[in-house]
């Protein structure tokens, strides 16, 4: 898979737990700021899901496994989606805690990914 994209997911969705973390510290729910940094995010991981499944056709295949590359690429996609719905139901500090929280869950699932998929040359 893309090692650069994966890399880039995981860098830019700590720096939106950074970012939503410190909303959260500073007593603030999510902002229309916050929502396009979850957007741009969504649409890396948007892009790695469709290279993921374009590799996959094209016969290159996971270390792990398809199915489980497959569904660890679809939960990837949902993490900051999902959290985000959380965040506007509520409108507190703890929405943006719950973007933060989503965030570093993505860039977990992102290592997982790399893993799942196999080094190059090993």
Do not use: N
Request: with cysteine; aromatic share 8%; hydrophobic share 60%.
């Amino acid at each position: 898979m893309l090692d650069a994209l994966t890399v880039a997911i995981g860098v830019t969705a700590l720096a939106l737990a950074a970012w939503c973390g410190h909303a959260a510290w500073r007593d603030q729910p999510t902002k229309d700021w916050h929502f396009i940094g979850m957007a741009v995010v969504t649409v890396l991981v948007l892009l790695q899901l469709v290279v993921g499944v374009v590799k996959l056709a094209q016969g290159e295949k996971a270390d792990e496994g398809a199915v489980i590359f497959v569904a660890y690429l679809i939960g990837s996609f949902a993490a900051v989606p999902a959290a985000a719905l959380l965040s506007l139901s509520e409108r507190t500090k703890w929405g943006s805690v719950t973007v933060a929280a989503g965030a570093v869950v993505l860039a977990v699932l992102e290592v997982r990914l790399y893993d799942i998929w196999g080094t190059p040359g090993a």
